[in-house]
């Protein structure tokens, strides 16, 4: 089983600042695939990132995602007050496919 | 658009058994592999289950293999999850997700609202 370690587990930052988080795999992730999702209370995770990199459909061009093999990132750059909110990332190149443990960004 | 709706909720005792269905619409349904993934209150997500496009090949996580049987039904673009001898652990949001590929294509999920099983005596 791939565990996927997210950090930090909690980031505090001001509205216009950039967040990088970060997701790292216990191995490698088959064929990068690894996707970000955000979560906001009482709603469904919402796509962010696919193959690591790949923007969903409709998501703006502030979110980045990068890396390959065991590390990837998620950047969010310029942050909005509606950015705030929990992130996960999760790998689904081999059963289980497993989620990390979510990281929740906050406003400062 | 891509619509998941799931049904079949609701409050049931430990030791029973539900089903969940999930109808989809907007894609080919009988083109792409489905998931099932929970989220226990005030947690994070767990996935669950996974049925390939064909129903070729199922996959569980440890936590309900032997209990959960995932299965679909392609003629009614609905995907069901049957869940037996339920656990209070199992109480949780249940999404259904379409999987990332379809013929060697792959984007983002899709994810339904979600629907509730609360496990309680």
């Known amino acids: 089983e791939i565990v996927l370690t997210q950090s930090p587990g909690a980031l505090s930052l001001s509205p216009g600042e950039g967040a990088t988080l970060s997701c790292r795999a216990s191995?490698?992730?088959?064929?990068?695939?690894l996707a970000w999702y955000q979560q906001k209370p009482g709603q469904a995770p919402r796509p962010l990132i696919h193959?690591?990199?790949s923007r969903a459909t409709g998501i703006p061009d502030r979110f980045s995602g990068s890396g390959s093999g065991t590390d990837f990132t998620l950047t969010i750059t310029r942050l909005e007050p509606e950015d705030f909110a929990v992130y996960y990332c999760?790998?689904?190149?081999?059963?289980?496919?497993?989620f990390g443990q979510g990281t929740k960004l906050e406003i400062k | 658009q891509v619509q998941l709706v799931e049904s079949g909720g609701g409050v049931v005792q430990p030791g029973t058994s539900l089903r969940l269905s999930c109808e989809a619409s907007?894609?080919?349904?009988?083109?792409?592999?489905m998931h099932w993934v929970r989220q226990a209150p005030g947690k994070g997500l767990e996935w669950v289950s996974f049925?390939?496009?064909?129903?070729?090949?199922?996959y569980y996580a440890e936590s309900v293999k032997g209990r959960f049987a995932i299965s679909r039904d392609d003629s009614k673009n609905t995907l069901y999850l049957q869940m037996n001898s339920l656990r209070g652990e199992d109480t949780a949001m249940y999404y259904c997700?379409?999987?990332?590929?379809?013929?060697?294509?792959?984007?983002?999920?899709?994810w339904g609202q979600g629907i509730l099983v609360t496990v309680s005596s």
């Open positions: 193959g690591a990199s």
């Open positions: 999760q790998q689904y190149g081999s059963s289980p496919y497993t």
């Open positions: 049925i390939w496009s064909d129903g070729s090949d199922k």
């Open positions: 191995q490698s992730v088959r064929n990068n695939y």
């Open positions: 997700v379409r999987g990332y590929c379809s013929g060697g294509n792959c984007r983002e999920a899709y």
């Open positions: 907007g894609f080919t349904f009988s083109t792409y592999g």
